[in-house]
Each structure stands twice: as C-alpha cells, then as structure tokens.
C-alpha cells in the first residue's frame, strides 16, 4: 500500500481538527451574568441575598425550626435565655422581595411564659419587633457595602 501524499494527509489533519472545533463550540459555555446586573440579583436564591444573609446571621444563636430560600422564610424553634426561663420566644423572619428595602422584610415574634407549669402566650413588645428589624436591615447594609467595596 502506497503512503498518502502530503497535501491528503494535511487535508485529513485540518478536517479532523475542523470536526472536533465544530463539536466543542456545540457543547457551549458557561453563561456569563451581565456586569450591569446588581450584585444583589446574582443570586441562586429567591430573595435578596443580604437580608437572607443578615437574618440568619441576627437569629444564628436561635434553634432553626425552617429556613427556606426559595421562599425566603425563616422559623425559629422556641428559644429560652439561660438568664431568664421562665420565658421563651419564636421569631419568622419574612423576605418579600429581591431588593434591599426596609418594606422587604417582615419579622414577626411570639413570647410564651411559663405559669404553673405550662407555657401560657403573653404579648411581644412591638419594640422588640422593630428592634430585631432594624439589626437585619443594618446588618444586611453592611453585608451589600463590603461586597461592593
């Protein structure tokens, strides 16, 4: 059997290297985020990034009964303070949009004081309320200004 030629075994290697060009640029890429996107959208949960981080964060020395980031729900299981048992409280935190806004978290709490025995509901200061807000929002602040640097 005779070799093949240098121009058919050239055109062999270009086509075989054409071939495998053509089947890699197929396989794609990974997708790029575009830069004028917010760093607060970059993200693979459903509600903004900083004030899933900061909840967490504020209601970290809580036992976690739900976290859910899709939703952007958290429940807390009943939490006692060693310096005072005779009372326990639950926290929901409420993400309701994928912006940072005041108006985009919800906090809700429930207080229980032990009478007799029993845990027996008793009202939450609606200060400790807004209080626990205020530390997410400016928590979630902080978390937005060192990323962006």
């Known amino acids: 059997m005779k070799a093949p030629s240098g121009n058919l075994r050239k055109f062999a290697v270009y086509g075989l290297c054409g071939a495998l060009a053509f089947s890699l640029a197929a396989c794609g890429g990974k997708k790029k985020v575009s830069s004028s996107v917010a760093p607060s959208m970059v993200t693979t949960i459903g509600v903004n990034g900083y004030l899933w981080r900061a909840s967490l964060d504020t209601l970290s020395f809580m036992p976690m009964l739900q976290t859910d980031s899709a939703g952007g729900v958290i429940v807390t299981d009943w939490y006692t303070n060693p ?3 005779g009372e326990r409280v639950k926290v929901t935190v409420t993400i309701l949009d994928s ?3 005041a108006d985009a978290l919800r906090v809700a709490a429930s207080r229980e004081v032990n009478s007799g025995g029993g845990w027996v509901a008793a009202p939450v200061q609606a200060a400790t309320v807004q ?6 929002l400016t928590r979630a602040r902080d978390l937005r200004r060192d990323s962006v640097g």
């Open 83 to 85: 310096s005072n048992p």
């Open 99 to 101: 912006d940072l806004r």
């Open 131 to 136: 209080k626990l807000e205020d530390i997410i």
